[in-house]
């Protein structure tokens, strides 16, 4: 088991992940991005995030990258 599947399957996150909507706030990126990461695993869906600014995109990006198939993450500056 990896760690994404574990996270998924954890009670309070499924339920977040289930939810037809994420909004999430007072998290931390690293939260947010594999609360991201583990509902694209759980469901394998297409998920577009926004992002205030041109700086945190790329860090969304480029952690989302590492954590996921490369493939399956794309960057629209």
């Known amino acids: 088991m990896n760690l994404l599947e574990y996270f998924s399957k ?3 996150v499924n339920t977040i992940i289930n939810s037809e909507r994420i909004s999430v706030g007072n998290s931390t990126d ?3 991005m594999m609360l991201i990461a583990s509902d694209f695993y759980a469901n394998d869906d297409n998920i ?7 700086f945190l995109a790329q860090k969304y990006y480029d952690m989302l990258s590492n954590m996921l198939n490369s493939d399956d993450v794309l960057f629209f500056p």
Do not use: T
Request: aromatic letters at 8%; charged letters at 15%; hydrophobic letters at 40%.
């Open 10 to 12: 954890r009670k309070n």
């Open 30 to 32: 690293n939260y947010n």
């Open 48 to 54: 577009i995030i926004v992002l205030p600014n041109l």
